[in-house]
């Protein structure tokens, strides 16, 4: 992006920040999602601070077109923040993502796909993102693809899944030995969110195992498994249920 827009989406910013420019702006770790493209109908985005944060950081936050044009209305007004203070989980407004609603059909959707976005924090930005198509299909257990993990070995088992996932759902997926019970160890999300490694605190044994993913583990647009988030009023989602992938270790 040529400087003169960026300083001109700067400019914006701090001027719609108003006293909360004023104060020091904290540093980011992470934007998620992390990828380089959302879909058009992106339903939340996560912001992990460097240190823990006091005070809102909504109205800090604004999100710009790649001309600096500033996107109107596109949060819902409510911070989730993580108990530790550092990590915020902001809404795009859902009655602008989701058809068929007032603020959809008055305001219109909050991002075009084709379009270049510009997540900014007191005037600095944070994150660029492509916008795609939107995604009314959601996360496909059959697609994903398994790596295979040797015996008596902690090697990371990984699982590359078929579109990304919530950033925040890297815990929604678990490892069940032969008997059900939960394999401990340490699970992470990489790849703008498209792969899930999973590395066993003790060696894996021969056997059995299973992948088990929550019914409510959700990719960014809102869709879990089996149910999506462009399911009509008068027909909600039913109850969310698990899915499971076996696989062999030997």
């Known amino acids: ?30 934007v998620q999602p992390s990828g380089s493209e959302v879909p058009a109908n992106l339903l939340r985005l996560t912001i992990q601070f460097e240190n823990p944060f006091e005070g809102p950081v909504l109205q800090r936050l ?22 530790d203070g550092r990590l915020l989980t902001v809404l795009m ?6 058809s068929g609603l007032i603020a959809h059909d ?6 075009s796909a084709g379009e270049v976005v510009n997540l900014v924090l007191d005037g600095r930005p944070i994150k660029r993102w492509n916008v795609g198509q939107a995604d009314t299909v959601g996360p496909d257990v ?34 069940a030995d032969q008997r059900g019970r939960r394999v401990l160890g340490h699970a992470r999300l990489s790849d703008g969110e498209r792969t899930w490694t999973f ?4 060696p894996w044994k021969a056997g059995t195992y299973t992948l ?24 909600p989602a039913g109850t969310p249920v698990d899915a499971v992938i076996p696989f062999v270790v030997q």
């Not at 001309?67 to 993580?82: N, R, S, V, Y």
């Open 212 to 235: 088990v993913a929550r019914g409510t583990l959700e990719d960014p647009a809102g869709n879990r498994l089996g149910s999506r988030f462009e399911t009509p009023v008068q027909a």
């Open 1 to 30: 992006m040529r400087i003169d827009r960026w300083l001109g989406a700067t400019a914006l910013a701090a001027a719609l920040t108003g006293s909360y420019a004023q104060q020091p702006t904290p540093r980011v770790v992470l």
């Open 106 to 111: 008055e305001l219109g959707p909050i991002l």
């Open 93 to 98: 407004h859902p009655g602008r993502v989701k």
């Open 199 to 202: 590395i066993p605190n003790t």
């Open 142 to 175: 059959s697609a994903w693809i398994m790596s295979t993990v040797r015996v008596d070995s902690r090697q990371a088992l990984v699982a590359k899944l078929d579109g990304p996932i919530d950033g925040r759902d890297a815990d929604y997926l678990a490892i």
């Open 62 to 83: 604004a999100l710009l077109r790649a001309d600096g044009t500033q996107i109107p209305e596109p949060f819902l007004e409510q911070e989730l923040w993580a108990p």
